[in-house]
Nanobody
Framework: QVQLAESGGGLVQPGGSLRLSCAAS????????MGWYRQAPGNQRELVAT???????NYADSVKGRFTISRDNAKNTVYLQMNSLKPEDTAVYYC?????????????WGQGPQVTVSS
C-alpha cells in the first residue's frame, strides 16, 4: 500500500500564491509519473500538471505560465507552485502517483487539500 501525504492548501486572495506538496510513502519499487488534478464543485476532475521521474512536465492550458510542478525523487515528493491565482482555480487538488512493484503498476490518489481563491 502507498500513502500520499499532501499539504499546503488554504485560502488566498486573487493574485496570490500557494505551494502544494505531496510525499509518497509505503511499498513500491519506483514511482514514474506524479501529478496534480483538481475538482471544483459540479465539475469533473481535471488534470493540472504532471511530471515524470525524468523531469518531463505537462500542464493544462489554463495554468500554463502560472503554475510550476517539480519533484524531489530522493524524497518521493512532488510540488505545485501556484502563482497569480484566480477564483476559477478554486477546487480540491488531488495528488496522483504512478507506482511500480517490479512491472506491476498501480495509481494512488491523495485526499486532496482545498484551495480557495477569494477576496
Amino acid at each position: 500500500q502507498v500513502q500520499l501525504a499532501e499539504s499546503g492548501g488554504g485560502l488566498v486572495q486573487p493574485g496570490g500564491s500557494l505551494r502544494l506538496s505531496c510525499a509518497a510513502s509505503g511499498r513500491f519499487d519506483r514511482i514514474n509519473a506524479m501529478g496534480w488534478y483538481r475538482q471544483a464543485p459540479g465539475n469533473q476532475r481535471e488534470l493540472v500538471a504532471t511530471i515524470t521521474s525524468g523531469g518531463s512536465t505537462n500542464y493544462a492550458d489554463s495554468v500554463k505560465g502560472r503554475f510550476t510542478i517539480s519533484r524531489d525523487n530522493a524524497k518521493n515528493t512532488v510540488y505545485l507552485q501556484m502563482n497569480s491565482l484566480k477564483p476559477e482555480d478554486t477546487a480540491v487538488y488531488y495528488c496522483n502517483a504512478e507506482t511500480f512493484i517490479a512491472w506491476s503498476r498501480t495509481y494512488y490518489w491523495g485526499q486532496g487539500p482545498q484551495v480557495t481563491v477569494s477576496s
